[in-house]
């Protein structure tokens, strides 16, 4: 429905903010994350904050003490970590919207 509102350059706009912010978030925000809840999920915090067990980045998924992080719970986090991410970016991407639209609003008045 807001989409129908937009021209063809306000929507491109749009959905390279929305790849930018979920790129930027996947990669910043929610995959670090990610790795920190593997652990938790498979060893509990006390591994994390006092053994300093952490996830090495190779395929399979490893941890740092050598052993191959369980299937199930590698590919939940995972999943978990991109839908936290899409979710994130179109709300900011939203909120860019909302934003754009009440200053071009309040420029068009003062310009009238």
């Known amino acids: 429905m ?9 929507r491109y706009s749009l959905g390279c903010l929305f790849f930018l912010l979920f790129l930027v978030l996947m990669v910043c925000v929610t995959w670090p994350l990610r790795d920190i809840a593997l652990v938790y999920w498979v060893y509990g915090s ?14 399979p998924t490893r941890f740092s003490n050598g052993q191959v992080a369980p299937h199930p719970a590698d590919l939940a986090t995972g999943f978990l970590a991109i839908f936290a991410a899409i979710i994130a970016a179109m709300l900011l991407t939203q ?11 309040i420029s ?3 310009d009238a």
Not at 2 to 10: F, G, P, Y
Not at 95 to 105: A, V
């Open 2 to 10: 807001i989409l129908k509102q937009l021209s063809i350059t306000q």
């Open 108 to 110: 068009k008045r003062q």
């Open 46 to 59: 006390a591994a994390y904050h006092e053994q300093g067990i952490r996830v090495v980045d190779s395929k």
């Open 95 to 105: 909120l860019c919207y909302c934003i754009y639209r009440r200053c071009s609003s």
